[in-house]
T-cell receptor
């Protein structure tokens, strides 16, 4: 079945460092891809998404490009801040034969940014 | 716009006891989801409702878990009897039900089974 693999954490960076969190997927067809973020004590929030190959999703300085050839959707940010400390989840939409949509998540990567 | 509400936020019970979680989705959202998030893993879908009908409950352990959405608005998820491995965060999410539309998540209920 469809699955998402993202890099193991935790990741610890200094403020203003460059961030990459790798994400690859296995799916039939071309699913929509997402990055969700979970700040401490809060629910999951959609960070960005891309719906087709070569699309670039971006939000709050984060970017990810849908790469069909490598089945990847890596998350990047040029300069992280302490406030970016959170757990980041890569996900895809699986559509079953009945047409219902189901989010399939990776295991999450915990990011800690130190001042 | 109010977000997805869940209660309680935390619950500690002993194994073999029962527990119930409540979710109130965003007003007007037809689709409601319950996810289980075990520590160190991503959320896993337990059940999906479209209005008050079940769309997908293939990963719901039906021998101990049940869920309902009687009036097509709020929903309850019940575990009876609980096992140690049910310790997790239970997330509720809602969506308009339009393909590709974003799912909005509540803050979750953290369940500890001792």
């Amino acid at each position: 079945g469809d699955s998402v693999t993202q890099m193991e954490g935790p990741v610890t960076l200094s403020e203003e460092a460059f961030l990459t969190i790798n994400c690859t997927y296995t799916a039939t067809g071309y699913p929509s891809l997402f990055w969700y973020v979970q700040y401490p004590g809060e629910g999951l929030q959609l960070l960005l998404k891309a719906t087709k190959a070569d699309d670039k999703g971006s939000n709050k300085g984060f970017e990810a490009t849908y790469r069909k050839e490598t089945t990847s959707f890596h998350l990047e940010k040029g300069s992280v801040q302490v406030s970016d400390s959170a757990v980041y989840f890569c996900a895809l939409i699986h559509v079953d034969q009945g047409g219902s949509e189901k989010l399939v998540f990776g295991k999450g990567t915990k990011l800690t940014v130190n001042p | 716009e109010a977000g997805v509400a869940q209660s309680p936020r935390y619950k500690i019970i002993e194994k073999r006891q029962s527990v119930a979680f409540w979710c109130n989705p965003i007003s007007g959202h037809a689709t409601l989801y319950w996810y289980q998030q075990i520590l160190g893993q991503g959320p896993k879908l337990l059940i999906q409702f479209q209005n008050n009908g079940v769309v997908d409950d293939s990963q719901l352990p039906k021998d101990r878990f049940s869920a309902e959405r009687l009036k097509g608005v709020d929903s309850t998820l019940k575990i009876q009897p609980a096992k140690l491995e049910d310790s997790a965060v239970y997330l509720c999410a809602s969506s308009l039900g339009i393909p590709g539309y974003e799912q909005y998540f509540g803050p979750g209920t953290r369940l500890t089974v001792t």
